[in-house]
């Protein structure tokens, strides 16, 4: 009877094993089988982010989400000389930074050098070779003698320095408006115009600083006057005036549309006020006195005796707001570094009567951007 126990005991224990190794493989099956059925789909990255990098765009748009396309000779060439025409402007402003200390110039030789960093990405996406050098050194020839006598003239002057300046950017907007018309790829067309909004922010940065130190008033070389003139009021591309465009890859970043948000659909929708979402995080409050205001910034003496220009954007927008202040006047100013290089004003508090004017959200977003616009578009009358 004791063994007829120890028999049926022996049975059930093995009934109790083999049911609970079934077990333990069926859930080991079922689970490797619901992490193949639950893996989530890889999707383009989308979003409303101000990012900067060099694959990466206000829309979240990346160049490698978009599909790499065949390559012209033409295509290719002007890949190759834009990467240098960038490093020109880049060595340019390092250079006279040395000669007058103007600390307009370092800060735009950092943006150009993200502007090279995007075009190398093309480059090395295309199996091109970099053409470019040390600083200075340029392979196309014509470059190399822009180089030299840009470098040469503005060193006679800080007014001609801010002069050269502003007629690089000029130069850069009339080269990057041909090569767009001359492209159908989609990456290539999304570098381009977002190095032409950067050249937008250069190009009033530059004619506005020399004003303020100078009094000198900038006259187009390069560009046409009702053409320059829209830049500098802020009226043309996505730099301060962009609304919220639909660009390629989805998304809500500020496309490249005009004031009033005009312009046809487009790939080129970008930040509209064209920076980092990592620097406005950055804000500071600084108290100074006014030097000068020229309808789109102040040039301010802080209380550290640091001398600083600060963007507060487009003339008519702070015209609307009556915020016209004058030499001698104290504030203080909320504001982060762009990465165009230049100081952006989010508000401005004046000390006499306690009268705060804003001019861009928390986010950095300019208050007077247009409505639902997409594309490159010039902006209409507001």
């Not at 999707?43 to 990098?53: A, I, M, S, V």
């Amino acid at each position: 009877m004791f063994n007829n126990l120890k028999n049926i005991f022996i049975g059930v224990l093995s009934a109790v094993l083999v049911i609970a190794v079934g077990a333990s493989a069926y859930n080991a099956f079922a689970s490797n089988d619901a992490s193949v059925t639950t893996q989530p789909a890889i999707t383009t990255p989308q979003g409303n982010g101000n990012r900067n990098g060099g694959s990466g765009y206000g829309d979240g748009t990346g160049i490698t989400t978009i599909p790499a396309s065949d390559l012209s000779t033409e295509e290719a060439a002007s890949l190759l000389y834009m990467r240098e025409e960038e490093k020109l402007a880049r060595d340019v402003y390092n250079a006279l930074f040395t000669v007058w200390g103007q600390p307009t110039f370092s800060n735009i030789a950092s943006s150009e050098q993200q502007h090279m960093d995007q075009i190398k990405l093309l480059i090395d996406r295309y199996g091109l070779t970099d053409p470019a050098l040390e600083p200075g050194k340029f392979t196309n020839s014509t470059l190399q003698a822009l180089y030299d006598q840009l470098a040469a003239q503005g060193s006679a002057s800080l007014a001609d320095a801010l002069k050269v300046g502003t007629a690089i950017e000029e130069i850069d907007i009339v080269d990057l408006q041909t090569r767009i018309a001359q492209t159908n790829n989609a990456d290539i067309q999304l570098v381009y115009n977002n190095l032409m909004n950067g050249s937008y922010n250069h190009l009033r940065a530059f004619a506005s600083v020399l004003t303020q130190q100078t009094g000198d008033v900038y006259q187009p070389q390069h560009l046409s006057a009702d053409m320059y003139q829209s830049i500098i009021s802020g009226t043309t591309g996505n730099g301060n005036q962009g609304g919220n465009g639909n660009g390629y890859g989805g998304g809500n970043g500020q496309s490249n549309s005009g004031q009033n948000g005009q312009g046809g659909n487009s790939i080129q929708s970008q930040s509209g006020n064209g920076i980092s979402q990592t620097n406005i995080a950055g804000a500071v409050n600084i108290h100074g006195v006014v030097n000068s205001y020229d309808g789109m910034g102040i040039s301010i003496t802080t209380d550290a005796g640091q001398s600083l220009y600060v963007d507060t954007g487009n003339m008519r927008y702070s015209q609307s707001l009556g915020f016209a202040p004058v030499a001698g006047d104290g504030m203080t100013v909320v504001m982060f570094y762009g990465n165009q290089g230049v100081n952006n004003a989010i508000s401005v508090t004046m000390d006499s009567t306690g009268v705060t004017y804003t001019f861009r959200s928390e986010m950095g977003q300019p208050l007077w951007a247009g409505g639902n616009g997409n594309g490159n578009g010039v902006g209409g009358k507001p």
